[in-house]
């Protein structure tokens, strides 16, 4: 009698032990990744310069040098808000799909509250069956346990179908985008910079500037330069802090298998330091 | 003539940029040697050069767009899944909450207490809404 009890508390030891376990998603390193990403592709696409700025800096430029002044506006800048729309575009989508991430694999997200099933099971007699105050808090912790267990498998399992599904289209969307900043967008505020040095060359040879004027205008140009250059610095820590965690994406991917493994939670944390000193970074060149 | 793609008009446009620094580079070395005229049609030159190589990068980024259009429609769809999913994890609490008030107002009907029974009702409408 005493075996068969203690082998059947010893079944229910186990299994609870098991689905203790197995209810522990260990899903915060996922979260804290999407968090970050969600974040950071935020913060890109408030970088403070982009297409239509360019517009607006080159057609300042273009009337100075020609001292073209119009009524209303001047710039037709359509081509270039084009450009930032489609920028946004891919922004938002990748933006989405972290948010999507984080949401699912938040610890909080399967934290059910099994309280009023607990207070419904009142102990008492109920017919032949009577329940005892202790049975009521012991089938309320298995369920809370059960139900842990069972939405948090689903949860990993769908968490796995998604990186595996997303991964493709979003390095390639990544790519693109780190293709927009590096190649495209850095290289407007090399044009920037050419421009400025051309207009402020043409100014040097003038002959109707005093000294100090021309002292003035290098001064205006250096300031120029610089500001360029720090938007440019942030641009391309932009594109390399999305490099960083397209390369994240790739790695949980390459890891589906074992996204609890302390091996890879580490991995994972360290392209999240990178990407977070980067960003630090570009918070510097702002202030 | 086959269109351009995002990456060719990238490059072009960095071609653009030696161009126009080029012209300048000449323009600023032969400045006493160049007449007025030929100097402010070179610099009329070295600007729309520039002007261009511009244009063309802000039409390389609108190129990106034809290159990604599946890859945004799928993780766009994907997306929805994910929502769909949180949607459904979100929905078990509800469930929780119904099924604790299915079991009130069965104790409430075993009670044959009429208002036992209206207040059991009462609160299932509550979880069920």
């Given at each position: 009698?005493?075996?068969?009890f203690?082998?059947?508390?010893h079944?229910?030891?186990s299994?609870?032990?098991g689905l203790?376990?197995?209810s522990?998603?260990?899903l915060?390193h996922i979260?804290h990744?999407a968090?970050?990403s969600?974040?950071?592709?935020?913060?890109?696409?408030g970088?403070g310069?982009?297409?239509?700025?360019?517009?607006l800096?080159?057609c300042?430029?273009n009337?100075?040098r020609s001292?073209?002044?119009?009524?209303?506006?001047?710039c037709?800048?359509?081509q270039?808000?084009?450009a930032?729309?489609?920028?946004?575009?891919?922004?938002?989508?990748v933006?989405?799909?972290?948010?999507?991430?984080?949401?699912?694999s938040a610890d909080?997200l399967t934290?059910?509250?099994?309280?009023?099933?607990a207070d419904a099971l009142?102990?008492g007699?109920f017919?032949h069956?009577?329940i005892?105050?202790k049975q009521?808090d012991?089938?309320?912790?298995?369920?809370r346990v059960?139900?842990?267990?069972?939405?948090?498998?689903y949860?990993?399992?769908?968490?796995k179908?998604?990186i595996?599904?997303a991964?493709?289209p979003?390095?390639?969307l990544?790519s693109?985008?780190?293709?927009?900043?590096r190649?495209?967008?850095?290289t407007?505020?090399?044009f920037?910079?050419?421009?400025l040095?051309?207009?402020?060359?043409?100014?040097?040879?003038?002959?109707?500037l005093?000294d100090y004027?021309k002292?003035k205008?290098?001064g205006?140009y250096l300031?120029?330069?610089?500001?360029?250059?720090?938007?440019k610095t942030?641009?391309l820590?932009?594109a390399?802090?999305?490099e960083?965690?397209?390369?994240?994406?790739?790695?949980m991917?390459?890891?589906?298998?074992?996204?609890?493994e302390?091996?890879?939670?580490?991995l994972?944390?360290?392209?999240?330091?990178h990407?977070?000193e980067?960003m630090?970074?570009?918070?510097?060149?702002?202030? | 003539?086959p269109k351009l793609?995002?990456?060719?008009a990238?490059e072009l446009?960095r071609?653009f940029?030696?161009?126009?620094?080029?012209i300048?580079?000449?323009r600023y070395?032969?400045?006493?040697?160049?007449?007025?005229?030929?100097n402010q049609?070179?610099?009329?030159?070295q600007?729309s050069v520039?002007?261009?190589?511009?244009?063309m990068l802000a039409n390389?980024?609108?190129l990106?767009m034809d290159?990604?259009k599946?890859?945004?429609?799928k993780?766009e769809d994907?997306?929805?899944?994910v929502?769909s999913?949180l949607?459904?994890?979100?929905?078990i609490?509800?469930i929780?909450?119904c099924?604790a008030?299915i079991?009130?107002l069965?104790?409430?009907?075993?009670?044959?207490?009429p208002?036992?029974?209206?207040?059991?009702?009462?609160?299932?409408?509550?979880a069920v809404?």
């Amino acid at each position: 009698m005493s075996k068969v009890f203690f082998r059947r508390h010893h079944f229910v030891a186990s299994l609870m032990a098991g689905l203790l376990f197995v209810s522990c998603a260990d899903l915060a390193h996922i979260h804290h990744y999407a968090l970050i990403s969600e974040n950071e592709m935020g913060r890109v696409i408030g970088a403070g310069y982009d297409f239509r700025q360019a517009c607006l800096d080159r057609c300042q430029l273009n009337a100075m040098r020609s001292f073209d002044v119009q009524r209303g506006d001047q710039c037709d800048c359509k081509q270039f808000d084009e450009a930032d729309q489609v920028t946004r575009k891919i922004e938002r989508s990748v933006r989405k799909y972290f948010a999507g991430l984080k949401d699912l694999s938040a610890d909080e997200l399967t934290n059910y509250k099994i309280d009023p099933i607990a207070d419904a099971l009142k102990e008492g007699q109920f017919g032949h069956v009577t329940i005892e105050k202790k049975q009521v808090d012991a089938y309320s912790s298995i369920a809370r346990v059960l139900l842990k267990a069972t939405t948090d498998a689903y949860r990993r399992n769908k968490i796995k179908e998604y990186i595996t599904q997303a991964n493709a289209p979003l390095q390639d969307l990544m790519s693109k985008l780190s293709f927009i900043l590096r190649n495209n967008l850095a290289t407007e505020i090399d044009f920037r910079k050419e421009s400025l040095y051309a207009y402020y060359s043409e100014l040097k040879q003038s002959r109707n500037l005093s000294d100090y004027e021309k002292g003035k205008a290098v001064g205006d140009y250096l300031t120029g330069v610089n500001e360029a250059s720090r938007a440019k610095t942030r641009i391309l820590n932009y594109a390399e802090a999305v490099e960083k965690m397209a390369a994240a994406h790739d790695e949980m991917y390459k890891n589906r298998d074992k996204l609890t493994e302390q091996a890879f939670r580490s991995l994972l944390s360290e392209y999240i330091n990178h990407v977070e000193e980067i960003m630090d970074a570009v918070n510097d060149l702002h202030n | 003539m086959p269109k351009l793609n995002a990456a060719q008009a990238s490059e072009l446009a960095r071609h653009f940029l030696s161009l126009a620094q080029s012209i300048g580079d000449y323009r600023y070395r032969n400045w006493k040697k160049l007449a007025k005229k030929d100097n402010q049609q070179l610099g009329d030159f070295q600007w729309s050069v520039l002007n261009c190589g511009e244009d063309m990068l802000a039409n390389s980024t609108t190129l990106v767009m034809d290159d990604v259009k599946n890859s945004l429609a799928k993780i766009e769809d994907l997306t929805v899944k994910v929502e769909s999913t949180l949607a459904g994890l979100s929905k078990i609490q509800t469930i929780i909450n119904c099924a604790a008030a299915i079991v009130i107002l069965g104790g409430a009907v075993m009670s044959k207490n009429p208002n036992s029974i209206a207040g059991a009702i009462e609160a299932l409408e509550e979880a069920v809404s």
